[in-house]
């Protein structure tokens, strides 16, 4: 090493004038340099539309920037921005490119920019693998984007692989990685996964709690939901309107309405903001619940309003049983100058059908084609067809199908047996069964319905050879289980349910009624039972169903004249639709009931589906 006052005695002998120009070249190299970094990044900053992007690149590469990570970097989010991430990445990675040049920052903008739209998102993972084929890590703000592309792709493998990875680098005790992973694996529908991650996050917040509230409501899993939504509560932890949305959609797939009520003022008192979107959510519950009158109100106490939110009241109303409503709703819709979407044709011919508006119907089907210049659908065509049976139209019905552009689902099938069965056409109704039970063999209620054709008909030999079918080919039949809400407590009951720890007094109960109701003129529907057994053990079996045993546990527990709601996973069957309709003039309550299919409102020993179902 040179001695200092070596180095100064060297100085002097260069000479001064070469010294300073030199080193003012190199300053101005880097004073240049940044100018332009600067211009360049500050161009990007105020880029507002993709026709200035290539003008700006083109500025790049003739200043030399190709390699500068910032400007790249830069370059990249603006595109992101303006949707045009596909403009960076076409330049961005050329083969035997120096990976240098690249960080995680520029990865974690493209790979967000593509796990934010549809059907870009295997991009996302794909710059996520290039990333770390570069030997870049990735960091806690890559995983959430990247595990949210997985969860949109819905591959269980991928997602795992990447969780592998989080683990491996320490991420997960990350709360923003945690919440992403469930978010993940309850769409990739794996809720196992999902809990353990829940319940091993050291720490959460409440979207962590939400993603798992809603990962339960939309794996229809809502008593689930709803038990931690509670336990959210003893933690004290705070919901969002987004936790309450998922909420309140469990309740309405429980089809609970005290139980939606509560979370109803629960909203209010916490001053949870009420968005469209959560006034949305909670019109749906309220009429799906069988409570139009408080779906109505919030939804004339809305400021702002959406289709969705139009379209919830004109099908609430419709499947309600209040036709006219339905239908000067969907007027209203219009002169507020939204056009109905498909989703609005099927509440308005709903409505059209419920109320028996034949032409009306027809004139709203062909408007979806003359006016809108959309094609129906088939859950149009379905709308005309039940319109058409309920009206006593079969043969209008069943040649309304034959014209259809599509093959009849089962959902229209069922539609014309139903028809055929209620308007005597029972020949017609036990061809179409067939047909019915050709397409769909291992579904037990067809064979129910077919069987029941035969009762009708008195044809008892067919009635037996169904059961030797249906043994033959070993269906299953599906458990059919009642819910009922009772002091914001579900309660579920199965066919001849024994479980309850006041069975004893139901099942006295449920002989009382059987008294009552046939002093006032029940006599059972035995033909509901496939199995070979006696009338008076027929009766029986009907006798157990679940609907009944809940509504006997209702009037047990609930004070004289309160309303009584009952939820059904499967179709009501004849019986039960009859014997529900004398209890409700007998006892004197109001008893709705939603099966699979739609509302049964009964007053007064009337059903409002007018026994059409
Ligand atoms: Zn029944
Ligand atoms: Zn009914």
Redesign the pocket.
Known sequence: MLHLSRKLELCRHVNPSLLVPSFQFSFSIITNKRAAEQSCLSLLQDCNSTSKISQIHNRILKLGLHNNVLVLTKFTSTCSDLNAVDYATSFLFPPNADSSTYDAFLFNTIIRAYSQTGDSKTRSVYYFKLMLDCGILPNKFTFPFVLKACAGIGFMNLGLQVHGLVLKLGFDHDLHVGNTLIHMYCCVRDVEYACKVFDEMPKSDSVTWTAMISGYTRLGMSSDAVELFRKMQIFKIRPDEITMISVLSACTDLGALELGKWVESYIEKENIPRTVELCNASIDMFSKTGDINRAMKLFRGMSKRTIVSWTSMISGLANNGQGSEAISMFEEMKEAGIAPDDVAFIGILTACSHSGLVEEGRKWFDSIRNEYSFEPKIEHYGCMVDLFCRAGLIEEAEQFVKKMPFKPNSIILRTLITGCRVHGKFRLGESITKELIRIEPMQESNYVLLSSIYAKTMSWENKTLIREAMDKKGIRKVPGSTMIEIDNRIYEFVSGDKSHYESDEIYKMLDEMGREMKRAGYVSITS?VLLDIDDEDKEDA?NR?G??LAIAFALLKTPYGTPIRVVKNLR??F??HSAIKFISKVYNRQITMRDRNRFHHFTNGICSCKDFW
């Open positions: 509901e009907l169903h609907e009944k009501v069957c019986d039960c």
